[in-house]
């Protein structure tokens, strides 16, 4: 099971980023996936959720609508827009696949960076 997410990098606040996380190894359309960061000193936040179908989704409360989580399952590739881009945005994002619901993640990725800095 490998995840590596890209994407990540020095945005301006306001703007926007997409990150990716490719999977290989695995069923992709059997997991459902979720996106986490940590911010520096921080403990690791969950930011969002989709199922294995991408019927439903889930987001924090601290994001206020500025995320969009998507799949294809075609391309076993995980997605996370950020619109409106804040300082607080920085950290290092992972996703992270789950098969059984209310169980741990199986897997995490390695993480991309993003910094938000004028």
């Known amino acids: 099971v490998q995840l590596v997410e890209s994407g990540g990098g020095l945005a301006q606040p306001g703007g926007s980023l997409r990150l990716s996380c490719a999977a290989s190894?695995?069923?992709?359309?059997?997991?459902?996936m979720s996106w986490a960061r940590q911010a520096p000193g921080k403990g690791l936040e969950w930011v969002a959720y989709?199922?294995?179908?991408?019927?439903?989704?889930y987001y924090a409360d601290s994001v206020n609508g500025r995320l969009t989580i998507s799949r294809d399952n075609a391309k076993k590739t995980l997605y996370l827009q950020i619109y409106s881009l804040k300082p607080e945005d920085t950290a290092r994002y992972y996703c992270?696949?789950?098969?059984?619901?209310?169980?741990?993640?199986?897997?995490w990725g390695q993480g991309t960076q993003v910094t938000v800095s004028s």
């Open positions: 989709i199922s294995s179908d991408g019927s439903i989704r």
């Open positions: 190894g695995f069923t992709f359309s059997n997991y459902a």
């Open positions: 992270a696949a789950k098969k059984t619901p209310g169980a741990a993640y199986d897997s």
